[in-house]
């Protein structure tokens, strides 16, 4: 069994709803839910949005490969009306990215593991650090909680209540 580290995440429509959806389809698709992050508000990272979003970290248990999580994962987000238009970032109902999965880099044309802006996002650290801050990067070989420390990033990302 291997452990995969997502992160989540949404600025458009119901925030919330997407973010629940997406775990219930990762929960019959990849494999059992472990542990999850509170739910944090940020803003748009990387380009300008009127929307802030909606993230949250999911650990998974699985048996299936970093690939196959992928195209499940692609699945999910395009049932959920994400459209990749390869022209930078953008508002969407749903996005699924992987972390990590266990300890193993992979480098290859449709995937990077370890994510390869993982250290420069605080809306991914901070959720990130709720569930592994000890975890240490395959390749940085610096936990999540120094990476959260040595992060550059300004934006502001506030957990929201358990309770919303």
């Known amino acids: 069994m291997h452990k995969v580290y997502l992160l989540t995440g949404s600025n458009l429509g119901d925030k919330k709803y997407y973010l629940d959806k997406a ?3 990762l929960d019959k698709g990849i494999g059992t839910l472990l542990a999850e992050s509170s739910i944090y508000e940020s803003e748009p990272w990387g380009f300008v949005a009127k929307d802030t979003f909606f993230n949250q970290i999911l650990l998974y ?3 299936l ?6 195209k499940i994962i692609q699945k ?3 049932q959920n009306g994400r459209v990749r238009l390869n022209t930078g970032y ?3 109902n749903l996005d699924i990215d992987i972390l990590f999965y266990d ?3 992979v480098n290859s044309p449709d995937l990077i593991i370890p994510h390869p802006k993982l250290h420069e996002r605080k809306f991914t650290l901070l959720p990130l650090s ?4 000890d975890m240490k990067h395959p390749i940085l ?3 999540v909680k120094q990476m959260l420390a040595q992060c550059k990033d300004i934006g502001t990302v506030s957990e929201l209540p358990r309770i919303f």
């Open 103 to 105: 300890n193993l880099t």
């Open 23 to 25: 775990k219930r389809s």
């Open 65 to 70: 490969s970093p690939h196959k999580i992928l």
């Open 90 to 92: 953008s508002s969407r």
């Open 76 to 78: 999910i987000e395009t």
């Open 61 to 63: 248990e699985t048996e």
């Open 141 to 143: 070989n610096i936990t």
């Open 130 to 133: 709720e569930l592994a801050p």
